[in-house]
């Protein structure tokens, strides 16, 4: 069990430009949510799949951002013309299909906007 | 819409006194309650959780936390903290049949030698 992977860890970038986050879930896990977090706040809920299958957005994913997962295994967050606001940490999570809520995180990946 | 209240962005105790960490909780049906720790340059982990059946609830490091539905609370304590036990603690909530967890803005810990 190599627990859920991020990458990069890190990424600076200018406003405008395009950054992509990558997820690698625990390999079992059906599940896998985005959360971003804030400075002084707790993670907000971003987006969740259940295999490949995008069942729900938050109202906090502007149509800059997009999610996939393509075969239900490992999940990409893009987010297009950063704005200094998308800056953040932002963590992914899996779950099993049976479980009560009990979410697995990485260690996330911290975005910063210039 | 579920939520959680998280009384106290930071909390200072010395080290071998209690912890108690407040979180009280709105659900429109029976919740799901999770307490997640955050060392620094680390992923949430799952301290304990309440599904149903017994009110309190024990979890890793000697925590516990005791569900209150006449209260929709649902508190954090340790008898004895311990410098390890300096981080940020998470209380969030779900709902039975609903996915999404949501989280409290968190508590951090301050552990004084």
């Known amino acids: 069990d190599t627990g859920v992977s991020q990458n990069p860890r890190h990424k600076i970038t200018k406003r405008g430009q395009n950054v992509t986050f990558r997820c690698d879930p625990i390999?079992?896990?059906?599940?896998l949510y985005w959360y971003r977090q804030t400075l002084g706040q707790g993670p907000e809920f971003l987006t969740y799949?259940?295999?490949?299958?995008?069942?729900?957005k938050s109202r906090l994913l502007s149509d800059r951002f997009s999610a996939e997962r393509p075969k239900g295994s490992f999940s990409t967050l893009e987010i297009q013309r950063t704005e200094q606001g998308d800056s953040a940490m932002y963590l992914c999570a899996s779950s099993l299909g049976t479980s009560t809520g009990e979410l697995f995180f990485g260690e996330g990946s911290r975005l910063t906007v210039l | 819409a579920q939520s959680v209240t998280q009384l106290g962005s930071h909390v200072s105790v010395s080290e071998g006194a209690l912890v108690l960490l407040r979180c009280n909780y709105s659900?429109?049906?029976?919740?799901?309650l999770f307490w997640y720790v955050q060392y620094p340059n680390q992923g949430l982990q799952l301290l304990l959780k309440y599904t149903t059946g017994a009110t309190l609830v024990k979890g890793i490091n000697g925590f516990e936390a005791e569900f209150k539905k006449s209260e929709t609370s649902f508190h954090l304590t340790k008898p004895s903290a311990h410098m390890s036990d300096a981080a940020e603690y998470f209380c969030a909530v779900s709902e039975e049949g609903y996915q999404k967890v949501t989280f409290g803005i968190g508590t951090k810990l301050q552990v004084i030698p």
């Open positions: 799949f259940q295999n490949e299958a995008q069942l729900e």
């Open positions: 659900s429109s049906v029976p919740p799901y």
């Open positions: 390999s079992e896990h059906n599940r």
